[in-house]
């Protein structure tokens, strides 16, 4: 029987850093691919503008709105100065966007730790997530700008294999670094010489790198011989020899403009409009089932701000219901919130959690929308002596009037502040020496942060003369969030609680402790560089004592990288949701693929991670499907 050409193979629910590139690759393959996403499209400046990033998280054209718990216990969050009593929750954004929160995010691109693969291919007992082949999703999606190509070795095999043992020449031949060059995404640095137009911000990020330094952060060069793209994160021998030290940041962006899902989607679109098919404004509220447990297609809603997270979202009743059916497959990429959202609406969940709300089960499986995982990050926010230089004229923020910001003009023509996040340097380093990873990623820049609230992004860049080091603590261990139903209504933002700390199940403290060892290492950053910082704004000389320090991380961290929710494990775990090829357990033609799978937390930036685990998927449904 012929199948309906109108019918399309997959159905991609959610253009994210997991769903978008996935329904790319597969309608390049030659799949028929809906990609069905529940916001817009619009691009504003806040969207292409590298050093709008936090406008854009705040511009409603983009942005949904969650609200989350950080604990359960009303007194203790109510302690934390960004809870928003009218909303019973502290600001989460996320993107209601084509391209997902690859939209808005800070662009950001490290490579995760060989270690969160590896742990998966040790669980799974499926070696296709070991490290070493995982890195070649990595090179494959990866399009770097910021090393040289290396050369190919010439063919004749002795001449060859003289280059490989001399050092000097083994690192212009072959490609040691494994970075990719061919791929969909563009990385980059942000230009350091924009550092010298500012010599109080180049003295303190200096003085840190020697702190750095003296506290024995970074490898020796020995260690990493013949690393030429050092300071480089992302190097494979960095990887190999351990990530601790000081480096550069790695940015998704191509002269001067973001860059990330959105831009590989169009092109695709472009080149194949008959494979990949993009519909915005749908929300999808249902996977549709026969025969008991065979995913056959979606249900969904046709329209802009269905869903309530958006803040221009409808008030009155939902647009009719609509259905579209799958030839192959149904595939959920709609995050770590709403993919464990929309399986539990689906009868896929914890049985006991389902019936509450009138839904039939489909298949009872506990550990949807449990395990929900974050880092955690405070700031240290310093005033300075005076304003930076490097930001004067800067509005940060789209122009009313032509030529009225010349840091937008030196933009539109590729050049300038505007063209960064920010963020020129990071440090990583081990909290603990016993630590297999290192779990502290320390970032400076010239701003005030302390968390997400109403109104953050404006008080970002108000005050031209704060600097803040902001701590990012990974490899977390408290593993006790969950997403849970509030009603049946598929337009309402689930019941979000990440449990932090006491009310997670880090029963040693490590988390907490991390953060507090993170920000005396800061502090002595900062000692280094007391000619030109005036005070510490944040967390304030009055918080001094180790209780102090434990006291102001409880009540003030904050996290963005939320994930895990729908955990990656055999069938044999009654915790686990997909199996090693991302299909849901109990199911048929069901699978999932974005940062919700993971097991644990990996890295210090997810989207990398994200990224990697849709070119796998690519590979394995193909697979799947005969290719």
């Known amino acids: 029987m012929t199948a309906d050409p109108a019918t399309p193979d997959y159905i991609v629910v959610g253009s994210g850093a997991g769903g978008g590139p996935l329904a790319a690759n597969l309608a390049r393959a030659g799949k028929r691919v809906l990609l069905l996403e529940a916001g817009g499209d619009a691009e504003p400046y806040t969207y292409q503008v590298p050093s709008f990033h936090a406008e854009s998280t705040e511009d409603p054209q983009l942005r949904w709105d969650y609200f989350v718990r950080h604990y359960a216990d009303d007194q203790r969050q109510r302690l934390d100065d ?11 954004p996320r993107a209601g966007t084509l391209g997902g929160c690859t939209a808005h995010n800070a662009m950001i691109t490290i490579y995760p730790h060989n270690h969160d693969w590896d742990e998966i291919a ?11 082949a995982m890195r070649t999703y990595f090179e494959r999606l990866e399009q770097c700008h910021y090393i040289d190509r290396p050369r190919p ?70 260690a990493l011989e013949g690393l030429e793209s050092y300071p480089d994160p992302n190097d494979w021998r960095a990887q190999v020899a351990g990530t601790a030290g000081l480096w550069l940041a790695p940015m998704a962006t191509h002269a001067g403009r973001r860059s990330g899902t959105r831009e590989y989607i169009r092109k695709v679109q472009g ?47 939902p647009s009719p219901p609509q259905q579209v059916r799958a030839g192959s497959e149904v595939i959920l990429a709609a995050g770590a919130f709403n993919t464990p959202q929309l399986l539990m609406l689906s009868g896929v969940g914890a049985a006991d959690e389902l019936r509450e709300f009138g839904i039939p089960i489909v298949v009872d499986l506990p550990g949807v929308g449990k395990n929900l995982q974050d880092r955690y990050e ?38 300038g ?4 996040n920010g963020v020129v340097l990071g440090i990583t380093k081990k909290a603990e020496a016993d630590r297999e990873d290192p779990d502290l990623f320390i970032f400076g820049f ?80 900062n000692a280094r560089a007391e000619a030109i910082v005036v005070r510490e704004r944040l967390p304030g000389p009055e918080v001094r004592s180790r209780e102090q320090l434990e006291d102001y991380v409880r009540r003030q961290a904050w996290g963005h990288h939320a994930s895990c929710t729908c955990k990656l494990g055999p069938s044999s775990d009654p915790t686990a949701v997909v199996d090693s090829r991302f299909r849901v357990h109990g199911t048929r033609n069901l699978r999932v693929v974005d940062a919700s799978v993971f097991p644990h937390i990996p890295g210090f930036f997810i989207v990398s991670a994200v990224y990697m685990i849709s070119e796998k998927a690519s590979d394995v449904i193909l697979a799947d499907a005969g290719r």
């Not at 980059?188 to 330094?213: C, G, M, N, T, V």
């Not at 080149?271 to 969904?300: M, Q, S, W, Y």
């Not at 004067?392 to 009037?401: D, I, K, L, Q, V």
């Open 82 to 92: 960004k809870f928003v009593p009218a909303e019973d929750g502290v600001l989460y």
């Open 122 to 132: 040790a669980t799974t007992g499926d070696s296709s997530w070991q490290s070493d």
């Open 153 to 222: 070795y010439p063919s004749n095999p002795l001449l060859a294999a003289i280059l490989r043992r001399i050092p000097i020449w083994s690192q212009r031949y072959g490609n040691p670094s494994r970075h990719g060059f061919d791929g969909w995404l563009p990385t980059s640095y942000a230009d350091p010489r924009l550092i010298f137009k500012d010599s109080e911000l180049l003295w303190l990020i200096l003085d840190a790198a020697k702190q750095a330094l003296t506290e024995d952060l970074v490898h020796p060069l020995s």
């Open 271 to 317: 080149e194949f409009p008959d494979r990949l098919i993009v519909k915005t404004n749908t929300l999808v509220t249902r996977v549709l089932f026969e025969d008991g447990n065979r995913a056959v297609g979606v249900e969904f809603v046709q329209g802009p701000h269905q869903y309530r997270a958006d803040p221009n979202a409808t008030t009155g009743p």
């Open 378 to 415: 405070v700031g240290v926010v310093n005033e300075m002596q005076k304003n930076f230089a490097l930001l004067a004229g800067c509005g940060f923020a789209p122009p009313t009037t032509p030529g009225a910001d010349p840091c937008f003009t030196d933009w539109q023509h590729g050049r």
């Open 417 to 420: 502040v505007y063209t960064t």
């Open 446 to 525: 010239p701003a005030n942060f302390h968390g997400y609230y109403p109104g953050y992004s404006a008080d970002l860049e108000r005050s031209r003369n704060l600097f803040t080091w902001a701590i990012l603590k990974a490899h977390t261990r408290n593993t006790a969030g969950t997403v849970r139903l509030k009603s049946a209504d598929p337009r309402d933002v689930p019941a979000i609680n990440f449990r932090y700390f006491e009310e997670g199940n880090d029963t040693e403290g490590e988390d907490l402790e991390s953060l507090v060892l993170a920000i005396e290492f800061v502090r002595r950053l």
